[in-house]
Nanobody
Framework: QVHLVESGGGLVQAGGSLRLSCAASGSIDSNDVAGWYRQGPGKQREFVAAITSDGTTNYADFVKGRFTISRDNAKNTVYLQMNSLKPEDTGVYYC????????WGQGTQVTVSS
C-alpha cells in the first residue's frame, strides 16, 4: 500500500554533513508520522527523529542540535539533514511512516570516517 525509498547515504569524514531523503508513494494518511531510525554495526535499531504531518518534531538526545528532520507533504518526502557527523553516527538509516499501519524503507548506509 505504501512504499518508501531512502536515498542520500554515503561516506563522509567526521564533522561533515549529509542529507537523507525518503520518498513515499501509495495511500498516505494525513495523520501519518514520519521518522528515521538507524542501526549501527552490532547494535539494535534505535530511534533518531520523527515529525508529524503538521510539523511537530522529536529527536533522540544524541542528535539534538546536529540533525534536523523536515517533510514536504506536496512531494511526499521526508528529509534528515545531518551536520557535525561523528563516527558513532555510522549505520544503516531507515525511514518509517506510521499511524494505524507501519511502513519501513529498505535503508541507506551512512559511514562517517575519523
Amino acid at each position: 500500500q505504501v512504499h518508501l525509498v531512502e536515498s542520500g547515504g554515503g561516506l563522509v569524514q567526521a564533522g561533515g554533513s549529509l542529507r537523507l531523503s525518503c520518498a513515499a508513494s501509495g495511500s498516505i494518511d494525513s495523520n501519518d508520522v514520519a521518522g528515521w531510525y538507524r542501526q549501527g554495526p552490532g547494535k539494535q535499531r534505535e530511534f533518531v527523529a520523527a515529525i508529524t504531518s503538521d510539523g511537530t518534531t522529536n529527536y533522540a538526545d544524541f542528535v539534538k542540535g546536529r540533525f534536523t528532520i523536515s517533510r514536504d507533504n506536496a512531494k511526499n518526502t521526508v528529509y534528515l539533514q545531518m551536520n557535525s557527523l561523528k563516527p558513532e553516527d555510522t549505520g544503516v538509516y531507515y525511514c518509517r511512516l506510521w499511524f494505524q499501519f507501519d511502513y519501513w524503507g529498505q535503508g541507506t548506509q551512512v559511514t562517517v570516517s575519523s
